[in-house]
């Protein structure tokens, strides 16, 4: 892992495989860890250089303060773009997952010329807030639960780990792998704040970011293969908007993983990097 410099901030980077392959651009969502170890190497097997990266206030990029960022979804998409063309000088192909999936949609739009091919995993296409009436929103039972707990000590490492742990639980995952997860990122965060290490762990940043203007009716100008992966029991964006995402995305190919919630489990990984190299 490192930093590299990119449309003026600096951003956390790990690679896997070879530089000189097709390179996969893996969006954080928030950090870099969000993509699975086992899909990264499965990709990068597959002759692709793959990367993955922090977002801004996440990881080992630049930080500020997460409660009132300084930027918006335009700039992160920018960040993907420049990222893209100092790392290869081809069209690469760009993925994000959760929240960072938004970012990758509006960055293939804004950013053509950097992107050749898409892939969008557990997202919606609109941005956090109030959604669209023709898609499903949260599930209100499984967000009563997930939100009603009383927050950990974000400077307790121990605690946070137990606190995703019992969230995953909730929302449908493995809760061993979330202890894991979140110990790691909890490692690998810059700063001792309690609210940097929040916006590391749950993405809170994503509420107070401007994602205007809204690119949902744009979706149909992107001319480049795209991928889009669902859990079938997600909760927090149930895979009614993978499908609407599917559908409105010119020729885009639809992959619905039947026992998976909001992360991509690790029975999944061979099945979704097969379809991810397929693009």
Not at 159 to 188: K, T
Not at 234 to 252: H, Q, R, S, T, Y
Request: proline share 8%; with cysteine; aromatic share 4%.
């Amino acid at each position: 892992m490192g930093t590299v410099e990119a449309n003026g901030v600096e951003l956390g980077v790990e690679s896997f495989g070879n530089e000189s392959d097709p390179l996969i651009l893996l969006i954080g969502g928030t950090t870099m860890l969000a993509w699975p170890d086992a899909l990264c190497q499965a990709l990068a097997a597959g002759g692709r250089h793959v990367v993955r990266y922090d977002l801004r206030d996440c990881g080992e990029s630049t930080a500020g303060n997460p409660m009132k960022p300084a930027y918006n979804l335009r700039d992160l998409a920018s960040d993907a773009a420049a990222l893209a063309r100092l790392l290869d000088s081809r069209p690469a192909h760009v993925a994000g997952i959760g929240v960072s999936g938004m970012i990758a949609q509006v960055a293939a739009l804004d950013h053509p010329e950097s992107f050749g091919a898409l892939t969008l995993i557990g997202t919606r296409p609109v941005a956090p807030g109030p959604v669209d009436k023709d898609l499903p929103d949260h599930d209100q039972a499984t967000m009563g639960k997930l939100f009603s707990r009383p927050m950990p000590d974000w400077a307790d490492r121990a605690a946070v780990a137990q606190f995703s742990a019992e969230g995953s639980q909730i929302l449908g995952n493995d809760p061993e792998a979330a202890m894991d997860l979140a110990s790691r990122i909890w490692d690998r965060t810059a700063s001792a704040e309690p609210e940097v290490h929040l916006a590391n762990q749950i993405g809170i940043v994503f509420s107070k970011l401007d994602c205007t203007p809204r690119w949902r009716e744009r979706l149909p100008e992107l001319d480049i293969p795209t991928l889009v992966v669902h859990g079938a029991k997600d909760p927090f964006f149930p895979v009614g908007n993978g499908k609407a995402l599917a559908e409105e995305i010119p020729n885009a190919s639809s992959l619905v993983l039947v026992n998976a919630s909001t992360v991509i489990p690790s029975s999944a990984i061979p099945q979704v990097a097969s379809s991810m190299l397929q693009l």
